[in-house]
């Protein structure tokens, strides 16, 4: 199967292959021209949904708002959940590609950002089709029923329950398996990686009102500056992880967002910050939620301020860890090591990074892996090594991953874990 296998991946690149009029590479391409902000992708939406019909699968549109469900039955067999997120980031391109993204997009009432795949998830929509294209191909490879998912808002950590709520496990047949991968900007293109069971982070936001007594910045003494405040606990919440976490138990605690007062010489009443909260463990990471909290107060207080003025701290739920199933982790990296050879399945650490992936395997009480898919180009990665170039991290304007060996990589290494998972016997 191995020679065919890598024969009809060339041809789906090429768009030679049956059920393939279009290449793989000008699809992600596409794709990344046109991003679309999370419970907004409508367009990436209505390509997957036209992909796998053409492919032979039924189709289900809107599903947890804007998600995808494609489900092609070959058999008896088990069921083999695989997803794809489809959502892009507020960030703008820098990467200087003919084919970046000059998109705009808002959330909600927001105001207008630019918009790209920063993360990669048009990489993974273009596995997606190419895996769903190679299945529908070659029915004789395997036995059993596929759920395909589109799935929205990853980025926005609700897409899943979405989805969930919108009768997934009850509409579509319950998986046996779950799968998924992610684009990863620390290995090159054509290289993966199968995390053995922790994967991705808790991570929790959490919203936070600093309060004061504004004025003429001509006159502070009359004031409490919130600015001034908000400066003193961004820094105070530092020795958090400096000082209070055990080391060999990793915690990040991250300000993405500050934002207060309209003019050079007025000093506001208040300032908003925006955190992330980051750990593997729901104890520790409400540990790190209640710190947070006493941190700004206790600032709060030193600054003088009466508890009309604290701090309001809010946050979502604390959420659970991305955590392979360690069985099934190690069935699939044993594969992929047979088929690439073990120098390109390299070992990885836990990312501090975040998914909701998790939820999918949680609902349906089943075995769930996500591996990281390298896209890094090799020049690119090379260049590296030798201290001559830096490689963007994902959620940055210049990510960009090479399309053609990691999108050939994804769609084998995701069809060979599918059919390992449904064995034509």
């Given amino acids: ?137 070659n029915r004789k490879a395997w036995r059993g029923t596929v759920v395909m998912i589109g799935q929205p808002a990853e980025e926005g950590f609700g897409g899943a329950r979405a989805m969930l709520n919108d009768g997934l496990l009850t509409r579509f047949p319950k998986p046996d398996f779950a799968l998924t991968l992610h684009d990863n900007s620390t290995l090159p293109a054509g290289q993966v990686s199968v995390p053995q069971d922790r994967a991705l982070s808790i991570s ?70 925006q955190l992330t909260i980051r750990s593997y463990d729901a104890a520790q990471q409400q540990r790190l939620l209640d710190s947070i909290a006493r941190v700004a107060r206790g600032e709060a207080i030193a600054a003088g301020l009466p508890d009309t003025l604290m701090p309001v701290v809010t946050h979502g739920p604390v959420g659970t860890p991305t955590l392979n199933d360690p069985a099934l982790a190690a069935r699939v990296r044993a594969l992929f090591r047979a088929r690439l050879g073990a120098a390109r399945v390299p070992d990885l650490d836990p990312s501090m990074a975040s998914e909701d992936f998790q939820q999918f395997g949680l609902a349906a009480g089943v075995p769930s892996v996500i591996y990281w898919l390298g896209g890094v180009p090799q020049a690119q990665w090379d260049a590296a090594l030798k201290g001559e170039a830096r490689i963007p991290s994902l959620h940055n304007g210049g990510w960009a991953p090479d399309p053609a060996p990691t999108i050939a990589t994804g769609v084998e290494t995701m069809t060979a874990a599918a059919v390992m998972l449904m064995p034509a016997k």
Wanted: with cysteine.
């Fill in 1 to 137: 199967m191995g020679r065919v296998f890598g024969a009809v991946v060339a041809a789906l690149l090429a768009g030679t292959a049956q059920a393939a009029p279009v290449d793989l590479v000008e699809l992600y391409k596409d794709l990344h021209i046109h991003p679309e902000l999370s419970f907004q992708e409508v367009r990436s939406a209505g390509i997957l949904a036209a992909e796998a019909r053409a492919a032979g699968f039924e189709v289900t549109e809107k599903v947890g708002r804007t998600g995808v469900v494609a489900v092609l039955k070959n058999g008896k067999g088990p069921t083999v959940l695989i997803r794809a997120d489809m959502d892009g980031l507020p960030v703008k391109e820098t990467t200087g590609l003919a084919y970046a993204s000059t998109a705009m997009g808002r959330y909600g009432d927001g105001p207008m950002t630019p918009v790209m795949h920063a993360c990669g998830h048009d990489i993974h929509m273009a596995v997606w089709v190419g895996t769903a294209r190679w299945l529908a191909a």
């Fill in 204 to 273: 929790t936001s959490m919203d936070m009102v600093v309060k004061g007594i504004g004025g003429h910045g001509a006159y502070p003494a009359t004031t409490k500056d919130p600015v001034a405040l908000a400066a003193r606990i961004v820094t105070s919440l530092q020795t958090l992880i400096s000082r209070e976490n055990d080391p060999f138990h990793p915690a990040v605690i991250t300000v993405g967002s500050i934002h207060g007062g309209t003019k050079h010489n007025i000093i506001p009443d208040e300032v908003t910050l």
